[in-house]
């Protein structure tokens, strides 16, 4: 009987010490990751800030199977929310402010435990990549979350491996939705042709996007400086493609509505006659325009068609890096002139 009164006393002693040590644990937490994504910030924010898009990405979701996702109406963007069901409970997810493609706030409630808060921040790089980083916080914790993390080994042993898995899962999905493209023939069609501004130069193949990146630049902010009416897209005209000394004649052009005096020697006025031509679509990188023309130029040899060799072709840029960071959804036609 002493014996159990000994022991029942240790239990005791044992409970209170074990009760003070979570008291006096701290009353907030912090676990917070970061990983480098290659990839520009605002392609990463609209992956995350959408919240239907979290299941692909969840370290928590792949771990368990079971788990029931739930979508709101509303899934993007500020007030944003979902909720999941899983063996320890249910949660909600809310998205409470946001800065476009430089931070998000959000609001995490799991079962009875208080609110935490969830926040993004997206640091741009020199080379184009995205430092993203993800943090958990919560504060003014009651004796049973302590106690729940005292068991559990602590905040940062149940999410950072959680956290650093979905960044990894995270990091993937945004690079490969990055590297998706599609090559379309539309087929024959009638180019319009009008007046443009252009600068022309012969430029080594191996460096020609940096080139015509720079003259590109250059024709666009004259028409900006001199408020000249843009007609339609910027383009490129190819006049000659020599592989085999890696050099190539080519000229950026931007449209007008009407026929431009330059003041400057090399912004050049020209003008595009009408003409046939074959158009193939390019949805996609830059990368993949070497098989956009091709896909042309197959298509052209297999319906026994003529190309005008002594017309310039066309590569025009719909849309590009000035209206959308994620290159999947870069848009370029190109058009081959025919007989």
């Known amino acids: 009987m002493k014996a159990l009164k000994y022991i029942l006393f240790l239990l005791l002693i044992a409970i209170i010490g074990i009760a003070i040590y979570i008291a006096i644990q701290p009353n907030s937490f912090e676990v917070s990751r970061t990983r480098t994504i290659k990839a520009p910030a605002a392609v990463i924010y609209d992956n995350v800030i959408d919240l239907k898009n979290w299941e692909a990405w969840s370290s928590w979701a792949e771990a368990d199977p079971d788990m029931k996702i739930i979508l709101s109406e509303q899934t993007e963007g500020v007030d944003g929310s979902y909720s999941w069901e899983d063996k320890d409970g249910m949660g909600t997810m809310k998205?409470?402010?946001?800065?476009?493609?430089?931070?998000?706030?959000?609001?995490?409630?799991?079962?009875?435990?208080?609110?935490?808060?969830?926040?993004?921040d997206f640091k741009p790089n020199e080379d184009g990549s995205t430092d993203a980083t993800w943090t958990i916080s919560g504060k003014d914790l009651p004796f049973g979350f302590k106690a729940f993390a005292t068991i559990m080994g602590g905040m940062e042993k149940q999410i950072a491996p959680h956290y650093e898995r979905s960044l990894e899962?995270?990091?993937?999905?945004?690079?490969?939705?990055?590297?998706?493209?599609?090559?379309?023939?539309?087929?024959?069609?009638?180019?319009?042709?009008?007046?443009?501004?252009?600068?022309?130069?012969?430029?080594?193949?191996?460096?020609?996007?940096?080139?015509?990146?720079?003259?590109?630049?250059?024709?666009?902010?004259?028409?900006?400086?001199?408020?000249?009416?843009?007609?339609?897209?910027?383009?490129?005209?190819?006049?000659?493609?020599?592989?085999?000394?890696?050099?190539?004649?080519?000229?950026?052009?931007?449209?007008?509505?009407?026929?431009?005096?330059?003041?400057?020697?090399?912004?050049?006025?020209?003008?595009?006659?009408?003409?046939?031509?074959?158009?193939?679509?390019?949805?996609?990188?830059?990368?993949?325009?070497?098989?956009?023309?091709?896909?042309?130029?197959?298509?052209?040899?297999?319906?026994?068609?003529?190309?005008?060799?002594?017309?310039s072709a066309l590569e025009v840029y719909q849309t590009g890096p000035m209206s959308t960071s994620n290159p999947a959804n870069w848009i370029t036609e190109i058009y081959i002139a025919i007989k």
């Open 169 to 311: 899962k995270l990091d993937s999905i945004v690079v490969a939705s990055m590297k998706k493209y599609s090559v379309t023939v539309n087929g024959i069609t009638q180019h319009g042709g009008g007046y443009y501004i252009y600068n022309t130069t012969s430029w080594e193949i191996s460096d020609l996007g940096n080139k015509m990146q720079e003259m590109m630049s250059k024709v666009g902010k004259y028409a900006m400086n001199n408020n000249i009416k843009m007609a339609g897209a910027p383009f490129t005209s190819y006049h000659k493609w020599d592989q085999e000394n890696n050099a190539v004649m080519f000229s950026s052009s931007v449209p007008t509505t009407e026929k431009v005096i330059s003041s400057e020697p090399d912004i050049l006025t020209g003008q595009l006659k009408p003409f046939k031509a074959v158009k193939t679509t390019l949805k996609g990188d830059y990368s993949n325009l070497k098989e956009a023309w091709e896909t042309a130029s197959k298509y052209i040899k297999d319906n026994n068609l003529e190309e005008l060799h002594n017309s």
């Open 95 to 120: 998205t409470i402010e946001s800065v476009p493609n430089k931070s998000i706030l959000q609001q995490m409630q799991f079962a009875d435990f208080p609110p935490s808060d969830i926040t993004w």
